[in-house]
């Protein structure tokens, strides 16, 4: 047991005490971003659930590959809150709270939005190269994928996961996080598993680019500090 408890503490520590010390100074004032995008998705739940709203929800915030790239583009901001129809939605609202909440703690609401799209934004343009791959390409998609409705917030939500676990050096989370997709894609083979590997990769570029504005940002620091050129990227 104290064994386990050193890993948690080594993997979760410094995440646990970002977020206690802002949820105990601020409470629910901490994640306003986050409680909205809560709101939001129940809303947009209960709204395709009924007969005069499923048409208006689809339009606004559904995304299929055969659509145009423009409107596709219009609609994914709001696709990270349309929860899929054949998942319980508490499971879609309990994966925002906790996710994006955390990330609005430790990252601030704007950078939790912006990686959330990224991911969203990346399994959405995936699906249009791989209809066109076809399915003979070992990333290629079915036609028929051309017609299915992009994956909801989870990819957003593994998305983030995944930063904050490489942000945090959280690396046996994020490596769970990793292969559990891979898993996924592997036991059901569909759209959906692989536009989260599609979102995986696009974060991993993220920490890659992130990881190379530190190091460039340090060197100058240092640079500065020593009299020395500022190191080139």
Not at 170 to 185: I, K, P
Request: proline share 5%; glycine share 10%.
């Amino acid at each position: 047991m104290n064994a386990l408890a050193r890993l948690a503490r080594t993997e979760w520590g410094p995440l646990y005490v970002t977020v206690r010390q802002a949820l105990a100074r601020r409470r629910w004032r901490a994640v306003p971003m986050t409680l909205t995008a809560v709101c939001l998705t129940s809303v947009l739940q209960f709204v395709q659930n009924q007969s005069w709203g499923f048409a208006f929800v689809q339009h606004i915030g559904s995304v299929r590959a055969e659509e145009p790239l423009g409107q596709a583009l219009l609609r994914t901001p709001f696709s990270l809150f349309v929860p899929a129809l054949d998942l319980p939605v508490w499971g879609a609202l309990l994966q925002i709270l906790c996710v994006f909440g955390i990330g609005e703690i430790c990252l601030g609401w704007l950078r939790t939005l912006g990686i959330a799209y990224v991911a969203t934004l990346a399994g959405t343009l995936y699906a249009r190269v791989g209809v066109e791959l076809g399915p003979h390409h070992p990333l290629g998609l079915a036609a028929t994928d051309a017609q299915v409705v992009d994956t909801g917030p989870s990819a957003a939500v593994i998305g983030l996961a995944l930063f904050l676990s490489w942000r945090y050096q959280a690396y046996v989370t994020g490596g769970v996080v990793t292969t559990a997709m891979a898993g996924e894609l592997l036991i059901k083979e569909n759209l959906a598993g692989k536009e989260h590997i599609a979102a995986i990769a696009a974060v991993l570029v993220l920490c890659g680019l992130s990881a190379l504005g530190r190091y460039w940002r340090w060197g100058t620091r240092v640079s500065c500090e020593s009299g020395l050129p500022p190191i080139q990227s």
